[in-house]
């Protein structure tokens, strides 16, 4: 197992320790200047865009039924329980402005890789996060919109032209050079987890770093609403997907997606569009914490049940 692969595989465990370490030893993130989260997740997103083809919207085509649940599912689960639990715990405006933004956004790389891991359709995961990725730009400001907007001020079209800079143009951007020269990319190709990884750990020691002394007044609360949030993602995406009819492949894929948000996204959207808000940033660190461990487990029950299956068939 390369360095790249064993960074991709143990990310849930890598993330956990940064975690830890920055609420424990906060000096450690300290460092991480809250203006740097934005760049961070440009990075990210423009590794995702490197590792696009063309080939992987031929499911959008082929499959467009399933696409198009998917889409349904992630945009309409996510935002309703992120705005249940948040009422029905009390959230303080910050607190929901986060869960909010998180049930909002669109999935992100690691359900392709837990996806992968708990053997599902592959190719149907990163078709359904290309998909959704270049659809939230536009969706997700509406969607906080409509859950915030007598609570707090939303600027829909900050938040639009934010997601453009962050999410959409680096990965248009790493998208046509994949594209223009498939060469180069396939030379990058074994460093690209090591930066993703490397991001997404640097954004969550930033804000846990920049947020323990909230985090001890309120960190159980937020942690039982993130947990609750996206556990309830992967049981509701697996019903829509028996309710749709799916084979047991694709039901573990929609699980996986609707559950497992783009939460560095999140809280990037949560610094930039709510400065005031110091609590917004800290539901995207939180899950994106979590849903790492949480997707992990998952896929290795999903693995399990699957060997199983195959066995008695």
């Known amino acids: 197992m390369g360095i790249a692969e064993a960074v991709g595989r143990f990310m849930a465990v890598i993330v956990l320790a940064a975690a830890l370490l920055a609420f424990l030893v906060p000096d450690t993130g300290l460092w991480i ?3 740097w989260i934005d760049y961070l997740l440009m990075a990210v997103m423009f590794g995702m865009g490197l590792t696009i083809r063309l080939a992987d919207f031929k499911v959008v085509f082929t499959r467009p039924k399933d696409v198009v649940i998917g889409c349904i599912a992630q945009f309409t689960i996510m935002p309703v329980a992120a705005y249940a639990l948040s009422a029905a715990f009390g959230l303080e405006a910050g ?5 909010i933004l998180v049930g909002c956004c669109p999935g ?3 359900s392709n890789v837990i996806s992968y891991f ?4 592959v190719a149907l995961s990163v078709g359904m996060t290309a998909v959704n990725t270049l659809l939230a730009p ?9 859950a915030l907007n007598e609570t707090v001020d939303v600027d829909t079209a900050g938040m639009f ?3 453009v800079k962050v999410v959409l143009a680096p990965l248009v951007l790493g998208f046509a050079i994949t594209y223009l020269r498939p060469d180069a990319t396939e030379a990058a190709s074994g460093v690209l987890p090591l930066i993703s990884v490397a991001a997404i750990t640097l954004i969550v020691m930033c804000v846990i770093s ?13 942690f039982a609403v993130v947990a609750l949030h996206n556990l309830i993602g992967y049981a509701a995406g697996y019903g829509v997907s028996v309710l749709a009819k799916m084979d047991r492949t694709r039901r573990k894929t929609l699980a996986i997606e609707v559950g497992m948000q783009n939460s560095g996204l999140a809280t990037s959207l949560a610094a930039t569009s709510f400065p005031s808000l110091a609590m917004a940033t800290v539901p995207g660190a939180i899950f994106s914490v979590w849903h790492n461990i949480s997707g992990a487990v998952l896929a290795g029950y999903f693995s399990r049940k699957s060997e199983k299956e195959d066995r008695t068939e």
Request: hydrophobic residues 50%; glycine residues 12%; aromatic residues 4%.
């Open 33 to 35: 200047s809250t203006g």
């Open 95 to 99: 607190l929901m402005a986060g869960v």
């Open 108 to 110: 992100g790389t690691a």
């Open 118 to 121: 708990a053997k599902g359709d």
């Open 138 to 146: 536009l969706v997700t400001p509406f969607l906080v919109f409509l």
């Open 161 to 163: 032209l934010s997601m």
């Open 210 to 222: 920049h947020s323990v002394d909230r985090l001890m007044t309120c960190g159980l609360t937020v």
